[in-house]
């Protein structure tokens, strides 16, 4: 089904791992939200979220007014963490809502790219019958495919075959081209949960991936950003997809062919990377186009849930299309 050139090379990657941090608590966990029908942005903390503007106008700072604005800012995450962990409860309670009474919302909505990475897994290459790349294969996904947790992923009424991809997505916090692998942690802010919903049919007709990959919908982002002080090692998370509960994908970013680090060089080398472009790595074997004996696809009334190690878990239920026009 994918017809790829590419020269098969087999060597010992060079891995750049940075340096051992303290991780005694994953705590710098960053959400976008709604609270009464006003929307904020906080880092989620146990199961309260700390809204970050209130907490800057308690500290007597203005806040940004969103959280791509707070992370386009640069504001140093050691000062922040800082600042939550010298607060005294008391504080913490003025400015922070519970979790359970927000609605989380995808952590970025308008990324200046979502770029987006095929075949990435040893195991999903050979589940395609494809050749191991030996450099990145990237297309495009737009900024009107975002949903966040929960909200649902939408079946167009003539795809007969909708698949999930669990990914992990890298979020750049600066601005950065011609990056080298050893710097590439530098320029990132963190990683969040992907689900890169793709029309199967259409795109294996196609025979390039972006129409197939680019319905609205088609992007489901969060539950929140784990900045990448705080993420551990991002090349051995695990990840998971759920269907109604039964595992689909159940694999490592171990098993990537081309590293974060890697993948932030390569992509740099192209375009210029801006702070809150949304990098999404690729997927593992699992995929529902290539089961055995016979492929099970996405149908209205399924909940997908992907998970990453040290993020989360996002959810979201399938729907069938209802057809509408909206007003221009």
């Known amino acids: 089904m994918f017809k790829i050139v590419s020269r098969l090379i087999i060597q010992i990657p060079y891995i750049y791992v940075p340096p051992n941090e303290s991780l005694s608590a994953i705590r710098m966990r960053l959400v976008r939200y709604t609270y009464h029908g006003k929307e904020s942005y906080g880092i989620l903390r146990r199961e309260r979220i700390i809204d970050l503007p209130l907490l800057m106008k308690l500290e007597g700072e203005t806040a940004p007014k969103s959280l791509e604005d707070w992370i386009s800012s640069g504001r140093g995450i050691n000062e922040t963490e800082s600042l939550i962990e010298e607060l005294p409860e008391e504080k913490i309670s003025r400015v922070s809502v519970s979790k359970k009474e927000a609605t ?61 991809e669990v990914e992990l997505a890298i979020v750049m916090g600066r601005k950065g081209r011609n990056i080298p692998v050893a710097e590439a942690n530098e320029y990132i802010f963190g990683y969040t949960v992907f689900n890169d919903v793709s029309a199967r049919d259409i795109q294996f007709k196609d025979g390039q991936w ?119």
């Open 104 to 164: 989380l919302k995808a952590p970025i909505l308008h990324p200046p790219k979502i770029v987006c990475l095929g075949l990435n897994y040893r195991d999903h290459a050979e589940e395609a019958g494809a050749e191991i790349p030996d450099e990145p294969i990237i297309f495009m996904k737009p900024r009107t495919s975002i949903i966040g947790p929960d909200e649902p992923i939408v079946k167009p009424s003539f795809v007969k075959k909708l698949d999930y």
């Open 210 to 328: 972006t129409r197939g990959k680019s319905f609205d919908t088609f992007a489901p982002i969060g539950p929140c950003i784990t900045t990448s002080k705080q993420i551990g090692n991002p090349m051995n998370l695990r990840l998971t997809t759920r269907v109604n509960g039964e595992i689909r994908q159940d694999s490592s970013t171990n098993n990537m062919i081309f590293n974060v680090y890697e993948m932030v060089h390569h992509l740099s080398r192209v375009m210029t990377l801006e702070p809150c472009d949304i990098i999404a790595t690729g997927t593992p074997g699992g995929v529902a186009a290539f089961m055995k004996p016979k492929p099970r696809f996405l149908q209205p009334g399924d909940i997908v849930e992907v998970e990453i190690e040290n993020i989360g878990t996002l959810r979201n239920p399938v729907i069938g299309e209802a057809l509408s026009r909206d007003k221009i």
